[in-house]
C-alpha cells in the first residue's frame, strides 16, 4: 500500500497465534501498532471473519465442484479475492478496486474459476507436428496482469497463460 498507492498503515489487527509474530515483530519495527483481537471472540473480530468466510465459501465450492486438489487452495482464494474485488460493493457504492484505484476495473477477462480449459502448447514445446496442440486445466485464478492461472491436469503444474478456450458449462453428473 505505501510503495504503489502511497496510503500508510497505521494499525494492524491480528490474534495472538504463533503464525503471527515475525509479522508483528515486523510491523512494530516499523512503528505500527498491532492491535491484539482475543482468540474465540468473533464479535471483536467481525470483519475479518465476514472477509474470511466470503472467501473461503467460494473456495469450497469450486473446489467440491471441479474435483480440484486441496493443495491448490492458495492460488484459488487469491483468485476468489481477485473476482470480488471486481465486483460491485453495496456498502462502497463500486467495486473495491475502483474505490482504491480510481476507475472501473475491466472484467471483460473474468471466467468461472475452477472450470474446464484447454490451453496452448507452445510450438517449441511439442514433440512432432503430430502431438496435440493443446492440453486440459482448470482455472485456478488470475496474475496481476490478468493472465489465466492454470493447473495442467496432465502434469498436475501451475502455469500462467492468455491462449486458453474456456468450457464454462457446469458438470452434469
Known sequence: LQTQLNLTVKRVAGDNAGEH??????????????????????????????????????????MSEHEIPKYLWGPIIQGVNYTQ???????????PFEKLFGYQPDVSHL??????????????????????????????????RGHYQIYDVSTKRILISRDIVFNEMPTVS
Open 111 to 144: 471466467r468461472a474459476l475452477g472450470c474446464q480449459c484447454w490451453f496452448m502448447i507452445p510450438k517449441d514445446k511439442r514433440k512432432t507436428k503430430l502431438h496435440p496442440h493443446s492440453t486440459e486445466g482448470r482455472l485456478l485464478g488470475y496474475d496481476q
Open 85 to 95: 474485488n471486481r465486483i460491485y460493493h453495496s456498502k462502497i457504492e463500486c467495486t
Open 21 to 62: 509474530e515475525p509479522l508483528r515483530e515486523y510491523l512494530v519495527s516499523k512503528g505500527k501498532v498491532w492491535d491484539l483481537v482475543p482468540p474465540y471472540c468473533p464479535r471483536l473480530n467481525g470483519i475479518p471473519k465476514v472477509k474470511n468466510k466470503h472467501l473461503v465459501e467460494p473456495l469450497v465450492s469450486i
